[in-house]
């Protein structure tokens, strides 16, 4: 669980997370951005680049992204793996803070419900 104020430009190029689930909900500042799975392809491959098709989160928003999976941070990007393509949104120079609540779901979760 993480409550984090966001001052830069943290995780600003379009990506997927590198875990099973996260759960992410804005509270003050530009909420985070998405685009449907459809256009996941055209967006990573152009990452550093806004998208005219991005959609944003609202305030109180609690949204559950589907990640990769756990993955070696050395892993090249994949365009086709399933997940949630999402950003945050670009506030360089702006003075905004954002307040930021993310949980991050870890592999193995439904395994641990199974043995009990």
Not at 25 to 30: A, L
Not at 74 to 83: H, Y
Not at 86 to 110: A, C, K, N, Q, Y
């Amino acid at each position: 669980v993480k409550l984090r104020a966001v001052g830069d430009n943290a995780c600003r190029y379009w990506h997927q997370d590198c875990v099973p689930f996260r759960m992410i909900t804005t509270y003050r500042g530009p909420c985070t951005e998405w685009v449907l799975p459809a256009l996941s392809k055209k967006t990573l491959e152009r990452r550093q680049f806004d998208s005219e098709h991005a959609q944003s989160l609202s305030h109180h928003d609690v949204a559950l992204f589907k990640g990769r999976g756990d993955t070696d941070g050395d892993a090249p990007l994949r365009c086709d793996a399933p997940g949630v393509v999402h950003r945050s949104p670009r506030t360089e120079g702006s003075g905004v803070v954002r307040l930021v609540l993310v949980l991050d779901i870890p592999d193995g979760w439904r395994k641990s419900e199974k043995l009990r």
